[in-house]
Structure formats: C-alpha cells, structure tokens
C-alpha cells in the first residue's frame, strides 16, 4: 500500500484525479467498466478509494491499470491513452 501523503486530490479546474482517469477510460471499457476498473485498482494497489486518489498517486494507478488495458485494447493504445493522461495530470 502507498502512504497516505496530505495532498489535494482535485485538479486545478476543480474535477477530482479519478473523474479525469475515468473520463479516459469511458471511451475504450465502457463507463460501468471504467468506474469498476479505477476503484478495483485504487483500492487493492492503492489502498484508498477512487476520490482520495492525489496527484502523487496517479503514477502508480496509471501502471497498475497498464496489464489490464494492454490485454482489453492493445498495448499501442494503452500506452498511448496512459502516456495522454500523465502528461495532462503532471500538469495541474
């Protein structure tokens, strides 16, 4: 489990981490898939749910969902979706 660390968990323009990964996802898993898929894997390799995830915790998030997405869409997209979301949430 990562530590808790007191961090924000919202992003400059007010949407929480999670709601911007599962924004992402929606389009490759399905809504029910993509908000199934962030709170498995916030919770079992984060230890936290979904709306504590922080800025710090993205990196680690982003690389559990990796296996899962490379196996669902490819790695080609995969990579390209979570290279995407880094470079947009390194930014806030």
């Not at 915790?57 to 290279?83: H, Q």
């Amino acid at each position: 489990m990562v530590p808790r660390v007191a961090t924000t968990t919202t992003t400059p323009d007010g949407r929480t981490y999670s709601t911007v990964v599962e924004q992402r996802l929606t389009p490759l898993l399905g809504p029910f898939t993509a908000r199934m898929a962030l709170k498995t894997f916030s919770t079992s390799k984060l230890g936290r749910a979904p709306e504590e995830i922080s800025r710090a915790d993205v990196p680690a998030l982003l690389d559990a969902l990796r296996p899962m997405l490379n196996t669902l869409v490819g790695s080609a997209r995969a990579g390209a979706v979570l290279d995407e979301l880094k470079k947009e949430l390194a930014g806030t």
